[in-house]
């Protein structure tokens, strides 16, 4: 079956830096997304990646390893704004889009 | 209007009932999606339509229906609604059909209680 894992919440310091790592088991693979959704809107775009190595978008990057069926999203400097749940999503062979159930991150001041 | 709109923003139905939610969208994009989520789930796909006129079943299509007349609409039916169809619905739309790497943009969601 496909599977893609992300842990169910984090917690973070307002300042700090933090990462959200996804593991991914697809039948094939044509790219990773990255969305953020605050509580009760809409995910909004964050990132794509479909080779391996860094892509660095100000705050946010997001890195992907395709032999590892791994990913992740570094947030630094972050925010009270960052406070929302990151979806991991992968296209897999048929391009369809597979979901994880999200990570909550929560940040402190 | 600007990107995607739902409608209603809530809604509380009786188990057994008819209900269209709506979704219009005003980017002239060709592919449009229903997902639902669920507390401790990732989105899942209900229906997709790659264009007007066509639709497709997603990962969990039963008692769920939908039309795309023309390229701004799609609207998402339950028939006979059953309390296990209480979620949060979201209407997604890309310029490219489904099986693209496009970006999907997302309405504000419907959230819809079935007792």
């Known amino acids: 079956g496909q599977n893609i894992d992300q842990p169910t919440e984090m917690t973070a310091t307002e300042g700090a830096i933090v990462q959200i790592n996804c593991t991914y088991q697809?039948?094939?693979?044509?790219?990773l997304f990255w969305y953020q959704q605050h509580a009760g809107e809409a995910p909004t775009f964050l990132s794509y990646?479909?080779l391996d190595g860094l892509e660095e978008k100000g705050r946010f990057s997001s890195f992907l390893s395709r032999s590892k069926g791994y990913s992740y999203l570094l947030l630094k400097e972050l925010q009270m704004k960052d406070s929302a749940s990151y979806l991991c999503?992968?296209?897999?062979?048929?391009?369809?889009?597979?979901w994880g159930a999200g990570t909550k991150l929560i940040i402190k001041p | 209007i600007a990107g995607i709109t739902q409608a209603p923003t809530s809604q509380i139905l009786a188990a057994g009932r008819r209900m269209t939610l709506r979704c219009t969208q005003d980017?002239?994009?060709?592919?449009m999606y229903w997902y639902r989520q669920d507390l401790g789930l990732g989105l899942r796909l209900i229906h997709y339509?790659?264009?007007?006129?066509?639709?497709g079943k997603g990962e969990v299509p039963d008692g769920y229906s939908v039309s795309r007349a023309n390229t701004d609409d799609f609207p998402l039916t339950l028939a006979s609604a059953v309390p296990s169809q209480t979620s949060v619905y979201f209407c997604?739309?890309?310029?490219?059909?489904?099986?693209?790497?496009?970006?999907?943009?997302f309405g504000p969601g419907t959230r819809l209680t079935v007792l």
């Open positions: 990646n479909v």
């Open positions: 339509s790659n264009t007007a006129g066509t639709t």
């Open positions: 997604a739309s890309s310029d490219s059909p489904s099986g693209s790497t496009d970006t999907q943009y």
């Open positions: 999503a992968v296209l897999d062979s048929n391009y369809q889009l597979i």
């Open positions: 697809t039948s094939g693979f044509n790219g």
């Open positions: 980017m002239r994009h060709n592919a």
